[in-house]
């Protein structure tokens, strides 16, 4: 792969100097061959063979500059890196074959998880409308290039979810999603059991609110949710609410809560994810937040429902040999939490207390 990029292309690499050297790695990262979503495709799948076009034609191997600059270069440009797979090489054959011993052999193949793939083309504009979703689609599988969000989602949902009679745990085919990955501005679908799920994986950064420019990011070690017809189902922290509920701890955020995301709904519930290691501790959640100048916001995620009891969190029913069975409204739709969007929780106020849903149904 040869990459022609204008400001790449003004370099001369008459004399390779590791400064050089440096210089060329930092124009290549801020790049617009860099910030567009098919470039960081096909260098993620060309990652073996990229080459820089320079000066005079020059031409440049970019595992060469980057081996200079780890051997003698500035540490501070090198961990830059670590952000962006597509710039490394794949594994050699042994660490393939330790790769192929873990299940992790699709990353050489030039494959991505969901989360992955999402949050590295959140902020890499694609080219054309519809584009962003292609390439999110090629990033995880070349089995079928699909064209829009909703189909990219429904391909991916399994069937209702069973409980295994030799270990007990619950399984499904569908896909797996890290709850953290989904708390971010990206815009959701308006279509019913999917709700949750992001529209597109890039979005544009605004200044509005606090969580208007919400990054997503891969999810780190929080728990996963499955993505069934009737929508994710997953384990969160919970705290519900009537929307009518005035509590004075808590008076400024429900206020503004109530006025963004619950108009017309009669119960609200804020969720946060759930980290895998701390509930095999069997602690809490490692909550995060973002700066709001002065104060710290912990991220939320606003639901709402009109059930006339709000009695949805522990919805499915489980036994050995049925599918789980939904609680169903007069419209013969599966009832479940309406996902309404994230909220930065201002810290003034005390955050509510938190219990463990299980099996918790967003639609």
């Given at each position: 792969m040869l990459v022609c990029d204008r400001d790449i292309m003004e370099l001369d690499l008459s004399n390779m100097t590791t400064s050089i050297c440096e210089t060329l790695l930092v124009t290549a990262i801020v790049s617009d061959w860099n910030t567009r979503a098919w470039t960081f495709f096909e260098a993620f799948r060309a990652r073996r063979t990229i080459h820089l076009l320079c000066k005079n034609n020059a031409v440049v191997s970019l595992r060469q500059v980057i081996q200079t600059v780890y051997r003698k270069g500035m540490l501070s440009i090198g961990i830059v890196l670590l952000a962006m797979p597509h710039f490394l090489q794949p594994f050699d054959d042994r660490e393939l074959a330790r790769a192929k011993s873990e299940g992790r052999q699709?990353?050489?193949?030039?494959?991505?998880?969901?989360?992955?793939?999402?949050?590295?083309?959140?902020?890499?504009?694609?080219?054309?409308?519809?584009?962003?979703?292609?390439?999110?689609?090629?990033?995880?599988?070349?089995?079928?290039?699909?064209?829009?969000?909703?189909?990219?989602?429904?391909?991916?949902?399994?069937?209702?979810?069973?409980?295994s009679t030799v270990t007990g745990r619950i399984f499904s085919s569908g896909a797996s999603i890290k709850t953290k990955y989904l708390?971010?501005?990206?815009?959701?679908?308006?279509?019913?059991?999917?709700?949750?799920?992001?529209?597109?994986?890039?979005?544009?950064?605004?200044?509005?609110?606090a969580t208007d420019g919400l990054d997503g990011f891969d999810g780190g070690t929080s728990k996963s949710g499955w993505i069934t017809p009737d929508g994710l189902v997953a384990d969160w922290l919970l705290w519900k609410f009537e929307n009518t509920d005035m509590r004075q701890q808590y008076l400024r955020n429900l206020a503004r809560i109530r006025t963004q995301f619950l108009q017309g709904?009669?119960?609200?519930?804020?969720?946060?994810?759930?980290?895998?290691?701390?509930h095999e501790r069997g602690g809490d959640s490692n909550n995060w937040w973002i700066d709001g100048g002065r104060l710290r916001r912990t991220i939320v995620v606003v639901c709402g429902t009109n059930e006339m009891d709000g009695s949805v969190v522990e919805k499915y029913t489980f036994n050995s040999t049925e599918p789980t069975k939904p609680k169903w409204d007069e419209n013969g739709q599966a009832v479940g939490w309406e996902w309404r969007g994230v909220y930065a929780w201002d810290d003034v106020e005390p955050l509510p207390e938190w219990q463990r849903a299980r099996k918790l149904l967003i639609v």
């Open positions: 699709e990353y050489q193949a030039g494959y991505l998880p969901i989360e992955t793939s999402g949050n590295l083309l959140s902020h890499r504009p694609a080219s054309r409308p519809g584009d962003d979703v292609v390439i999110w689609s090629l990033l995880i599988s070349e089995k079928t290039v699909i064209h829009d969000a909703e189909t990219f989602w429904k391909t991916m949902q399994g069937p209702a979810l069973q409980i708390v971010s501005s990206a815009p959701r679908l308006k279509t019913r059991g999917l709700g949750w799920a992001p529209a597109s994986p890039t979005f544009r950064v605004s200044t509005q609110s709904y009669r119960w609200g519930a804020l969720l946060c994810p759930i980290e895998e290691e701390s």
